[in-house]
Nanobody, 115 residues
């Protein structure tokens, strides 16, 4: 079992920045990749960014150049630095940990960007 605890969401004006953190605990040795998803009201959950244990990254087109995902393997923590935020970035952001047998999810953290 892996437990994920997110922090760092909040309310910010358009153009502002936030940093999300996700700390993993438990059977973290199984984790190969970690990522951030988001879900806006009435929309499906979508992958925003992901990072492998080796440091390879993926970004959705909508956040490229604005968001940066990073990972501290020693602390079992993944971060999402979000800059130049837009109102359309408003969503609940979920941390995900990918293990061979199962995916694990955090509880979600609300990000609200006002115009």
């Amino acid at each position: 079992q892996v437990q994920l605890v997110e922090s760092g969401g909040g309310l910010v004006q358009a153009g502002g920045s936030l940093r999300l953190s996700c700390a993993a605990s438990g059977d973290t040795i199984c984790i190969s990749a970690m990522g951030w998803y988001r879900q806006a009201p009435g929309k499906e959950r979508e992958l925003v960014a992901a990072i492998t244990s080796g440091g390879s990254t993926y970004y959705a087109d909508s956040v490229k150049g604005r968001f940066t995902i990073s990972r501290d393997n020693a602390k079992n923590t993944v971060y999402l630095q979000m800059n130049s935020l837009k109102p359309e970035d408003t969503a609940v952001y979920y941390c995900n940990a990918d293990c061979p047998a199962e995916d694990y999810w955090g509880q979600g953290t609300q990000v609200t960007v006002s115009s």
